[in-house]
């Protein structure tokens, strides 16, 4: 109902000018991008690295897959993968999903526009499939050809994602021009962020147990039915320090709508420590169910990819909160955010298990790494099957020992 209210205010709040959307009389809307800001922006530094060809043939091993080897990009998630308000502008921009822009799937232009991780691939790969074309209104109906394979829907729990992943698997089963056997593909879901908001008002549906339960089947029906496949599974967010991104306005009061379990308790209360540790414990069974290898094999792979595990608000020089990252409702990201954000995760795709970076604020920008030329391979292989690899390792080596001094001792 509240964004019904907010999408009336949308319409009757704007005005057409040259073929344009203004709100407000500043901001300009188009379906292409949002925000006069962003459509202001100079452009990025071309990113080049030295290597950006695919391999001789198309990998059969999901070990050796180069960025240029994947054909297909996807994503899954809740609002901060349908980028809901990211132009930032005003409150009138929060019913709207720039997916376009989203950090791990928005296709907008090219890299120099906007960084996004499908922006990204595609200085690997131009002829990528799946990046989010275009703006959406929440709750709207919308079709593949408006948000690409940009699955998530805003207000999604983790309960909800094999919904998602089911209309995935259908889609690319039926979209034209993809291999579903043969060609390499990567999705990205981030999912667990309105679990947290909503613990308090039903513990038992989204505690710890529930949510960690909901992640391991919606990764065994991808292991189980997409060949080729690599999930990079983002850690969630430390939430407790949105608490802190505030202004006086309308839009910061809808927190406490969406988010009330976490915006609304005191203070070092009992409610918001338990909270807090509920987000901790979440991350903490993520890590333990991805650390093992139970969704590892030759053609799939559920990564996780750490960099947000303990990410706090970019802050200004005087300390307080660099609020250009956040959107109107002072909880979401500007495009600014979502950058930022994508460029945290092509860096941990190319950092190995054990060595991937972890992100303590976005306050200085992060830079874009290039695949290492001695691994040019997305990493994949789990902590314990590396433990596995390297057991197997040693035990090749004593055998071969043994069998060494066993013909010395015969002769």
């Known amino acids: ?39 202001q922006r100079r452009l990025h530094p071309l990113f080049h690295c030295a290597d950006v060809s695919p391999s001789p043939t198309v990998p059969s091993s999901v070990e050796f897959v180069k960025a ?5 990009i996807a994503a899954l998630g809740d609002s901060l993968t349908t980028a809901i308000g990211a132009n930032g502008s005003t409150i009138a921009s929060v019913p709207f999903e720039f997916r376009q822009v989203s950090w791990s799937i928005g296709g907008y232009g090219t890299f120099q526009n906007v960084i996004t991780l499908a922006n990204i691939f595609k200085l690997f790969n131009p002829k990528l499939l799946g990046p989010a074309p275009m703006m959406t209104m929440h709750s709207r109906p919308t079709t593949v050809n408006e948000t690409g394979f940009n699955f998530a829907v805003t207000g999604h729990n983790t309960l909800n994602v094999s919904d998602q992943i089911r209309h995935m698997i259908h889609t690319f089963k039926s979209y034209p021009g993809l291999n579903f056997l043969e060609d390499w593909k990567v999705v990205t879901m981030l999912i667990g962020m309105n679990d947290i908001c909503d613990y308090c008002k039903n513990k038992i549906l989204f505690s710890p147990d529930n949510f960690i339960r909901h992640i391991t089947e919606a990764l065994d029906m991808m292991m189980n039915e997409i060949p080729r496949t690599i999930v990079n599974v983002v850690q969630i967010l430390p939430m407790k320090p949105l608490r802190d991104v505030q202004r006086p306005t309308l839009g910061c009061q809808l927190q406490k709508r969406f988010c009330s379990c976490l915006v609304q308790p005191e203070e070092n209360s009992t409610e918001l420590k338990e909270l807090v540790e509920i987000n901790y414990e979440f991350q903490r069974r993520l890590e333990k169910l991805l650390h093992s290898d139970r969704f590892f094999k030759n053609d799939f792979a559920a990564v996780l990819q750490p960099y947000l595990e303990n990410a706090e608000p970019p802050r200004l020089p005087d300390g307080t909160i660099d609020l250009s990252f956040f959107t109107a409702d002072c909880f979401h990201f500007t495009v600014k955010g979502h950058e930022e954000l994508a460029k945290g995760l092509w860096n941990n795709m190319f950092q190995p298990e054990g060595a991937k970076e972890t992100i303590e604020t976005f306050t200085d920008p992060l830079k874009l790494i290039c695949p290492p030329e001695d691994h040019p391979y997305i990493y994949t292989r789990p902590t314990d099957a590396l433990s596995a690899a390297a057991l197997s390792r040693v035990s090749v080596m004593l055998m071969s020992l043994l069998s060494v001094s066993l013909m010395f001792y015969l002769l």
């Open 68 to 72: 240029a080897d994947v054909k297909v």
């Open 1 to 39: 109902m509240l964004l019904w209210l907010l999408c009336v205010f949308c319409v009757f709040a704007t005005r057409h000018v040259n073929g344009q959307t203004l709100s407000g009389g500043e901001d300009v809307l188009n379906q292409d991008v949002s925000g006069s800001d962003f459509l």
